[in-house]
């Protein structure tokens, strides 16, 4: 960081963890009904490795955690806060560091770096071990021999949703209660940097859009009404994204998640009370996600919903991104007949690039990459300063 910026730390313990599989009893608060739990846990054929199959809810780092908050030098307390929220599978925050200085330099908001479920500093170090890691995956390529971008990067991840793909509609519920629980926090005055009264955008890449979308449609008590959001490099449905890459998921894992949220879903909520009653009952958060999955399902549902915000919303796309495919975003944002007035810039940058690492770092295009920085960022700050 430079001078210009700061950045702190706070303590937050996410009091919607016992949602996670590992509890057997659950209790919706909005409807004051106790839910059974029928989520078994499972490991690999033939192995057992509790250090990666630990059951959801023992994860003391998904619980308790710290956030940061990047703020301009010597300001007072925050009126503006923006949010960043990052992509599938990220350890830490070194690539996004630069991104949110660039947001709080051009927009004069505090940024608020905040982890979804299981990500960043929410998982356990052991998942980041590259030696253990590396036999771990050595060991399931053995296990499954046609497996595709098997790596020490993707593979705890790809394990356990290989398993149990549910934990991945879980942990998303989960982040989406923690994500109130910090905007009420706010507003309660628990955090001195950010005033009672503060209004706040929402910055998200990659997965983190996936997210974004789901708390702005869903507009929990109005708290979402003025918030603008941008897309970068994100935007589609779940179907229409390609999540197999070293640094994302291997094969195995997105056929196991594939198969359980677009081919099978409806067949599966019947099996589990707890996500039938989350996705079906009364739950608009749970409907959103839902209409968020499959391009075709519910897509009128989505679609006028994505129309009546389609002034808060812009998103960049990148052309050759090959995990959330430019086209796809142009697909679910403007609409299968392009009446959703949702602005969308593509941009093409003239060097190598992929969808993990738009900005490489290290390269001989250093000028040019710091080029392409300013460039997406003024307009990421024009869209939240107009």
């Given amino acids: 960081m430079n001078t210009k910026t700061e950045i702190l730390e706070y303590d937050f313990e996410s009091l919607s963890h016992k949602i996670l599989p590992g ?10 009904i106790n839910l059974k739990s029928t989520t078994a846990f499972h490991t690999e054929v033939g192995t057992i490795n509790d250090n990666v199959h630990i059951k959801d809810i023992y994860v003391d780092e998904n619980r308790f955690f710290k956030y940061q908050i990047i703020k301009p030098k010597d300001t007072t307390v925050a009126k503006k806060v923006i949010f960043l929220l990052h992509g599938f599978n990220e350890k ?13 330099e051009g927009t004069g908001s505090h940024v608020v770096l905040f982890p979804l479920a299981f990500h960043m500093q929410r998982a356990p170090k052991y998942w980041s071990s590259k030696r253990d890691m590396y036999k771990l995956s050595e060991n399931r390529k053995s296990r499954y021999p046609n497996v595709v971008n098997s790596t020490l990067s993707n593979v705890a991840i790809s394990m356990r949703l290989h398993a149990m793909p549910q934990r991945f509609i879980y942990s998303g519920l989960q982040t989406y209660y923690d994500f109130i629980q910090l905007i009420e926090n706010f507003r309660a005055g628990m955090n001195p940097e950010v005033s009672k009264d503060f209004k706040f955008d929402i910055f998200a890449y990659s997965i983190g859009g996936f997210l974004a979308q789901i708390l702005k449609l869903t507009n929990y008590k109005n708290y979402f009404s003025d918030t603008k959001m941008c897309l970068f490099c994100s935007g589609t449905t779940f179907n229409r994204l390609s999540s197999v890459s070293k640094f994302i998921l291997d094969s195995e894992a997105n056929v196991a998640l594939y198969s359980f949220l677009i081919e099978h879903f409806d067949k599966f909520l019947k099996k589990d009370e707890i996500l039938n009653h989350y996705i079906l009952n009364d739950h608009m958060e749970g409907e959103v996600f839902n209409c968020m999955l499959d391009y075709q399902k519910k897509r009128e549902f989505r679609e006028g919903l994505l129309k009546t915000y389609e002034d808060q919303i812009y998103a960049i796309t990148l052309k050759k991104d090959k995990v959330i495919p430019s086209f796809e975003v142009i697909n679910t944002l403007k609409g299968a007949y392009r009446d959703i007035n949702i602005k969308v810039d593509e941009i093409d940058f003239d060097r190598d690039y992929t969808h993990e690492n738009p900005f490489p770092t290290n390269t001989d295009c250093e000028a040019q990459i710091s080029e392409d920085f300013n460039m997406v960022f003024d307009k990421v700050c024009n869209f939240y300063n107009t």
């Avoid at 830490?92 to 709080?104: E, F, G, H, S, V």
């Fill in 23 to 32: 509890n057997s009893d659950y209790e919706c608060l909005k409807h004051h």
């Fill in 92 to 104: 830490d925050w070194t690539k996004y560091l630069p991104w949110a200085q660039a947001i709080c």
